[in-house]
């Protein structure tokens, strides 16, 4: 299929705010020799229609970005403004170093207000020499991403509603693929824009429950009712060791691991 019809996701971290393993810490799944075991912080990049997106730049993103050999970037979603998914940020300077045009951001009004408070040398004082370029937007509604490298057409991105705990933030839908982080609620209202997809990514914090994520039954349940055609789950603890949880799964459902890519419809 064509470029225009494809699109290709690679999961950049799945582990949850600690990362996996976490410091300190010899438990099984902190000791795994299954690499699938290693989680860096939650992050995702988007490659459709020929433009590069991430969604989240958390602590571990300059590391991600040298393993996947990330060399062009357009845009960035953030979900929320919690630091595993946000400090990552300075790291995107060397995207600027051949190509000086501005970065769209895109966040919810309450993630974006707090994401220019905390980076205000980058998003209200842009002159200092070799910053960022980044540019903050407010959405509430869908938007449409577009090229800094040259003159693609635009791609749509369609914000989803979700609870984290009390917190409302956003997961994203691109095309027939959805990222749905740090979630323990989704309203009436959200699961309406999750219809048809082909691959969605959920977050499955640990088997246990927990105020601001789902757990993995949780998380299935969710994805059953969704049904998407293939489920990924992430943002996983230390409580979760990726081939036992893996197998216990429902078919079309996996957890997902870092360095994880698929490719579904735009
Ligand atoms: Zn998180
Ligand atoms: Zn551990």
Redesign the pocket.
Known sequence: MSEASRMRVTLLGTGTSTG???IG???????SADRRDHRTRSSCYVEAGGLGIVIDTGPDFRGQALRERLTRVDAVLFTHHHFDHVVGLDDLRPFFFANRRPMPCYARANTASVLVAMFGYIFQDGSYPGVARLEMHAVDGPFAVPDRYGNRPPVPVQPVEVYHGDLPMYGYRIGRFAYLTDTSAIPEASFALLHDLDVLVLDALRPEPHRTHFSIDQAVAVAERIGARQTYFVHMS?NVLHAEADARLPAGMALGYDGLTFECRR
């Open positions: 996996v393993p976490v810490c010899t438990c099984e799944v902190c000791t230390h």
